[in-house]
């Protein structure tokens, strides 16, 4: 499935309470592939696998947060640049 997202339209898609599972980049594309994300629609939710892929990225200044825990709404964990991502979690 393809779904290209326009600024303006409410999204059917939706990326919260989603965990990224894999980060990769390659020839300008920069992927994340979650272990599912939620839809909604007539009122039923449901999850489905996902991949979302932002084109022609410069990933120069691209930080990733590596979360530990979360303490009421407090980021607990670590930046990192992305070749040490790939390096760790890949």
């Given at each position: 499935?393809?779904?290209?997202?326009?600024?303006?339209?409410?999204?059917?898609?939706?990326?919260?309470?989603?965990?990224?599972?894999?980060?990769?980049?390659?020839?300008?594309?920069?992927?994340?592939?979650?272990?599912?994300?939620?839809?909604?629609?007539?009122?039923?939710?449901?999850?489905?696998?996902?991949?979302?892929?932002?084109?022609?990225?410069?990933?120069?200044?691209?930080?990733?947060?590596?979360?530990n825990?979360?303490?009421?709404?407090?980021?607990?964990?670590?930046r990192?640049?992305?070749?040490?991502?790939?390096?760790?979690?890949?």
């Amino acid at each position: 499935m393809k779904t290209t997202k326009s600024f303006g339209e409410y999204p059917k898609y939706s990326l919260h309470d989603a965990r990224v599972q894999k980060i990769a980049y390659g020839d300008g594309n920069l992927t994340f592939i979650f272990d599912y994300i939620f839809s909604y629609e007539n009122g039923v939710e449901q999850t489905h696998k996902a991949k979302i892929v932002f084109e022609k990225c410069d990933v120069d200044d691209l930080e990733i947060l590596v979360f530990n825990s979360t303490i009421l709404d407090a980021f607990t964990g670590k930046r990192i640049e992305l070749p040490q991502y790939q390096q760790e979690y890949s």
